[in-house]
């Protein structure tokens, strides 16, 4: 698959082939359908994020850990927390079964992955 791949802590992903996720047991595959990178996935892909390696231990690594995807039931949900080393910038990531909730049919994906960032900003 293609996805955004992380080198070096700091350094630019670069667009290139990674290995396709598969999932173990308790997960699911979600082929991702928007991502809104925010400054905490700077700060993660830095290294400056006191959860740095925690959400990201090794290297390369595909940054973002949050999104809007579909499941293979064809339910379009939003999702965190994949599981190292597959993010969110990629065509399909891996996450625990349950890390998702379901996103309201007729809402655009890439309307729907900024409305948490949006929301309390708003407030």
Not at 12 to 28: I, L, N, T
Request: proline fraction near 12%; include cysteine; charged fraction near 20%.
């Amino acid at each position: 698959m293609k996805a955004a791949v992380l080198h070096e802590r700091g350094g630019v992903p670069r667009y290139q082939d990674f290995p396709d996720p598969v999932a173990g047991d308790g997960e699911v595959i979600i082929e991702v359908l928007a991502t809104a990178v925010e400054n905490v996935d700077k700060a993660v892909s830095a290294g400056t994020h006191y959860a740095s390696r925690a959400m990201m231990p090794a290297l390369p690594a595909i940054p973002c850990f949050d999104g809007i995807g579909r499941l293979p039931d064809g339910r379009v949900v939003g999702f965190g927390n994949p599981r190292p080393p597959y993010g969110a910038l990629a065509e399909r990531t891996v996450v625990t079964e349950g890390h998702y909730g379901p996103i309201p049919d007729g809402i655009d994906p890439a309307i729907a992955t900024v409305l948490p960032t949006a929301i309390p900003a708003w407030r």
